[in-house]
């Protein structure tokens, strides 16, 4: 049965689409040209940022890091590079002593479970390592790339919608200094 319908065939064409992402690809992200879907609650680039970074001083203090450093960018919630953006850390801390990555991860886990966190991944995700989340903030801890240190990967919510992709914001700056701050 054919049809001469207008937007018949651009529907068609889109199904197809879709099918061929989700076969191909394991999903694909159509957003609107110039970025953006919708966000129900926006976030500044300040609130992203705060959000990740005041996780990664929550887990300095809670779980007693020592020698912590990190950097701090904004990350595309999409494979096309486009808004929202969703702030990210990538700290280390030093593991203790005679400790392994994996055994300090659980402890640290254990830590800030007792401090109101949520062991495990947020229903939906699957990532690699020992992960809390709380409040659309997700860490996932490993091994660090260096002997000696464990790694945290914050991930913030994907609420900021402005368009990163020419403002530089997506390079990491340190943010040692700020992870440090504070109690």
Known sequence: MTTNRPGEKVRAALAVTLVVCTIALGGCSMSKPGGGGEVADPMSDEQAEAQVIDAGRQLRTVAGLRDVG??????????????????FVEMSAQLPAATDAGTYARQVADAMVAAGWTDGPPPGKKPYGTVIHKDGVMVVMNPGNTDGLLKFTILGECRNTTDHRDDGKTVGRDVTAELLSGS
């Open 70 to 87: 990190g950097g701090f960018s904004f990350e595309s919630c999409n494979d096309q590079g486009e808004p929202p953006y969703r702030g």
